[in-house]
């Protein structure tokens, strides 16, 4: 064995210690505990497809009932999605919206429109890896329209 080929073969194998050592400090995992009286769905009206893209496109970073999957626990993976779901529901959590007051539900309201009808929502690293998560055009016209209808009967007396 050349001596090229032995330093590639123990660089390997340090590559994949490192690899397994970072497995032991995969950060925590969350799906707190909520009150199922402060969701969306239950604080609003919410039609059948908007609930859906909602689900689909929306839930796994923006509620407490965020979907791990198996590749979510390796680390760095795992660094960088547990942090995108920590940020994602500290801008808005579909799980707590009851909590939130009238103003900052409107503006999570325009939000959610907005950043969907820009393409940045799902975030495009998500919705590659879930193609099911992109939202079609008739979708975000849907969506739109709700948070539209939801914001106009929120100003109402």
């Known amino acids: 064995m050349t001596p090229q080929r032995r330093r590639a073969g123990w660089a390997l194998a340090l590559?994949?210690?490192v690899f397994a050592g970072?497995?032991?400090t995969s950060p925590a995992h969350t799906n707190p505990p909520t009150d199922a009286s402060l969701a969306i769905e239950r604080r609003e009206t919410v039609p059948v497809s908007v609930a859906r893209t909602l689900d689909i496109a929306c839930r796994d970073c923006h509620s407490n009932r965020?979907?791990?999957?198996?590749?979510t626990y390796v680390a760095p993976i795992s660094w960088w999605t547990v942090d995108h779901v920590n940020q994602g529901r500290a801008e808005l959590n579909f799980s707590?919206?009851?909590t939130y007051g009238r103003r900052l539900r409107e503006?999570?309201?325009h939000a959610i429109c907005a950043l969907t009808e820009k393409r940045t929502m799902?975030?495009?690293a998500y919705a590659l890896v879930h193609p099911e998560a992109?939202?079609?055009?008739q979708q975000i016209r849907e969506l739109c329209a709700w948070t539209e209808t939801t914001v106009a009967a929120a100003r109402r007396p």
């Open 107 to 109: 503006t999570r309201l």
């Open 15 to 17: 590559l994949a210690v």
């Open 66 to 71: 965020t979907h791990w999957r198996w590749y």
């Open 96 to 98: 707590v919206w009851g």
């Open 122 to 124: 799902p975030l495009p």
């Open 22 to 24: 970072l497995q032991f």
């Open 134 to 137: 992109r939202v079609p055009d």
